[in-house]
T-cell receptor, first 116, second 115 residues
Framework: GDSVTQMEGPVTLSEEAFLTINCTYT??????LFWYVQYPGEGLQLLLK?????DKGSNKGFEATYRKETTSFHLEKGSVQVSDSAVYFC???????????????FGRGTSLIVHP | NAGVMQNPRHLVRRRGQEARLRCSPM?????VYWYRQLPEEGLKFMVY????????ESGMPKERFSAEFPKEGPSILRIQQVVRGDSAAYFC?????????????FGPGTRLTVL
């Protein structure tokens, strides 16, 4: 079945540091890939997504590129802020008819802590 | 345009009581998903419903848990005879179409504490 593996946290950085959160996946077919962010006490919000190989999703300074050859979707940001402190979830889901699971599969989440 | 609504936000129950969690999807969304989140763990899929139908309940325990999404009103996740292990955050998500390949919209969650 489908699975998503994220690097374990917490990731602790100083403000303006470079961020990478690794995400790799296994899936049948050609899934869509997502990064969601969860701020304390809140639900998940979509951060960015990519639907096919080599697509780059981007939002709020965050980027991730769909790499089919390495089955990866690593999240990056060039300069983090204290307000980026949150838990980040990598996820995938298969489009209908692709033969995979249409129920989204989430990673365990990676906590990011940014210090001033 | 209201987002996904969940209530209550916090729920405290004693062992053996019943817990009812409500989810109102975004306007125009007919697909609802329930997830459970335990501390230090990711989201675990429980059940996927469309109006008046349970489509996939493969992630929901066979006993004590049930879900519905009636023609009118919110989706309900019901936990009977709660135990301490049921303490968790329960999230509801909705989408306008089957979520495969598409974004889900999440509610703020209900945090259940079983004493």
């Amino acid at each position: 079945g489908d699975s998503v593996t994220q690097m374990e946290g917490p990731v602790t950085l100083s403000e303006e540091a470079f961020l990478t959160i690794n995400c790799t996946y296994t899936a049948t077919g050609y899934p869509s890939l997502f990064w969601y962010v969860q701020y304390p006490g809140e639900g998940l919000q979509l951060l960015l997504k990519a639907t096919k190989a080599d697509d780059k999703g981007s939002n709020k300074g965050f980027e991730a590129t769909y790499r089919k050859e390495t089955t990866s979707f690593h999240l990056e940001k060039g300069s983090v802020q204290v307000s980026d402190s949150a838990v980040y979830f990598c996820a995938l889901s298969d489009p209908p008819g692709s033969g995979g699971s249409y129920i989204p599969t989430f990673g365990r989440g990676t906590s990011l802590i940014v210090h001033p | 345009n209201a987002g996904v609504m969940q209530n209550p936000r916090h729920l405290v129950r004693r062992r053996g009581q019943e817990a009812r969690l409500r989810c109102s999807p975004m306007k125009g969304h007919s697909h609802v998903y329930w997830y459970r989140q335990l501390p230090e763990e990711g989201l675990k899929f429980m059940v996927y419903l469309q109006k008046e139908n349970i489509i996939d309940e493969s992630g929901m325990p066979k006993e004590r848990f049930s879900a519905e999404f009636p023609k009118e009103g919110p989706s309900i996740l019901r936990i009977q005879q709660v135990v301490r292990g049921d303490s968790a955050a329960y999230f509801c998500a909705s989408s306008p179409r089957l979520a495969g390949g598409h974004e889900q919209f999440f509610g703020p969650g209900t945090r259940l504490t079983v004493l």
